[in-house]
């Protein structure tokens, strides 16, 4: 048996490893000519714990081969980014070109599983654009439980950091368009896969992920605007939250710059765009979120001109501001969609003031929105005028912060007191 997974990235290349560390062929392939040599050597081009090993041991013992082109396989899954375009509209751009890759090389008996998260209906239109590029072969859409190919929803759920182990350990939802589409993709994954497969349809498999991200997302709004309200009262938001927790039924999430990845802040949209009229809480989620990282600009700034007014002899352009974590959230190295980033570097491209930022979890790092920002040293940051704490990162946590004048620090994570 061959398996080829589409897209070697954050999901698709552990999931990739995990079949060949199984003993099982598999061709991975991406279009990304740096991501097919560097795991054909046996490397890793992106970074999650405990992966590079596996990667390696699979590419040694011949189980694990990338190509920039598929090739005949038993099942092929899908693993591409989907993001969204203007408007907050869904771009399947990555999943037609996936199908118009693999289109040439389906054959009879083939199983297509569609891993990366999607709006509700996406399985059925890639079925249809296969069906489209395959009109010799038979789709479950016409030809049902006698189908030529089978095609299946299961999305991916694993937490970055964690994924090695997660893929393993956690649940999956399997929703094939047909019972035989599902029941070959469970036993497809239970290969590897020691949580339950749980087997659905494709419409509810694809609304399921979508459904577990925005309730995080919306949990995640309640506590920032918690935060805001909090502002307002003169309330400490982080000992309110941890009070109102210590109720059984209660368990708030905690507030912070805004909410970043490309999971969270993008989902939550899949499901507003197809259901606008009806989607209100979930859309009101994502705006409370979304304007976060300014509301933080805003009392940066404020804090900045209350300083000034206090010390008249000094002008901004005196004055340093460091930013502690540019990540999207603590303990990782990942800068993608990040709030603290954005935070950082909006601050550095219209304070007249130096900004500086500490962000222990990557080594270089220059800004192409803001060149002039520059890393600094802990010290050096500890020592600047005003400070904006914005991950709580465990070097941060151990900071002693005694000698901090705490009227200088807006603390978006409630780590410093
Ligand atoms: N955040 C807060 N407050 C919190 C928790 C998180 O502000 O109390 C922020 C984080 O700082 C970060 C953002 O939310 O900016 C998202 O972080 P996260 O750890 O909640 O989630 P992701 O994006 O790393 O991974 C999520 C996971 N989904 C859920 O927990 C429901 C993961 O299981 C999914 O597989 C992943 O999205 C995905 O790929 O969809």
């Known amino acids: 048996k061959t398996v080829s997974v589409i897209g070697l990235g954050y999901i698709g290349l552990p999931t990739a490893a995990m079949f060949a560390s199984r003993k099982v062929n598999v061709i991975g392939v991406d279009v990304n000519q740096h991501a097919v040599n560097t795991i054909n050597q046996g490397k890793i081009h992106i970074i999650e714990p405990e992966l590079d090993a596996i990667v390696f041991k699979a590419v040694q013992d011949g189980y694990l081969t990338a190509s920039l082109e598929a090739k005949p396989a038993d099942a092929f899954l ?6 969204f375009k203007e408007e907050h509209q869904p771009d399947l751009t990555y999943i037609k070109s996936a199908c118009e890759s693999i289109g040439p090389v389906l054959q009879k008996g083939n199983l297509v599983i569609l891993e990366s998260t999607s709006p509700v209906g996406a ?7 296969l069906a489209e590029l395959r009109p010799d072969l038979s789709f479950p859409q016409q030809a049902g439980e006698s189908c030529d190919i089978n095609i299946a929803h299961c999305p991916e759920r694993v937490l970055p950091g964690h994924v090695v182990r997660e893929l393993v350990a956690n649940d999956r939802v399997i929703g094939g368009l047909t019972d035989k589409c599902s029941q070959r993709s469970v036993e497809l994954y239970k290969i590897f896969v ?3 497969c749980i087997v659905t349809n494709a419409r509810t498999a694809e609304m399921a992920k979508l459904t577990e991200n925005s309730s995080r997302d919306v949990s995640i709004a309640f506590a920032n605007e918690l935060s805001l309200i909090c502002d307002e009262l003169d309330i400490n938001v982080w000992e309110l939250i941890s009070l109102a927790n210590r109720h059984p039924r209660v368990n708030i999430l905690q507030p912070g710059p805004g909410v970043g990845g490309h999971c969270i802040a993008v989902d939550p949209w899949f499901i507003v765009s197809k259901t606008p009229d009806v989607a209100r809480l979930i859309r009101t989620a994502r705006e409370v979120n979304d304007s976060k990282p300014l509301w933080v600009i805003e009392k940066v700034k404020k804090l900045m001109g ?6 008249p002899s000094k002008s901004a352009a005196d004055l340093t501001v460091a930013c502690f974590g540019l990540a999207f959230k603590p303990n990782i190295d990942d800068l993608r ?3 603290a980033l954005f935070i950082t570097e909006t601050l550095a491209n219209t304070l007249p003031s130096k900004v500086i930022a500490v962000e222990p979890n990557v ?3 220059t800004s192409k929105k803001a060149p002039a920002l520059t890393l600094s040293t802990m010290e050096d940051a500890l020592n600047a005028d005003i400070l904006v704490m914005l991950v709580d990162h465990d070097e941060f946590k151990t900071i002693h912060t005694d000698k901090l004048n705490h009227n200088l620090v807006i603390d978006t994570k409630g780590i410093w007191g």
Request: glycine fraction near 4%; avoid cysteine.
């Open 194 to 196: 020691e949580g339950d």
């Open 78 to 83: 899908v693993a591409v980014p989907t993001p």
């Open 337 to 339: 969609e990040s709030p």
């Open 363 to 365: 080594e270089s790092f």
């Open 123 to 129: 399985t059925e239109l890639m079925a249809e654009w």
């Open 306 to 311: 209350e300083f000034l007014i206090n010390n």
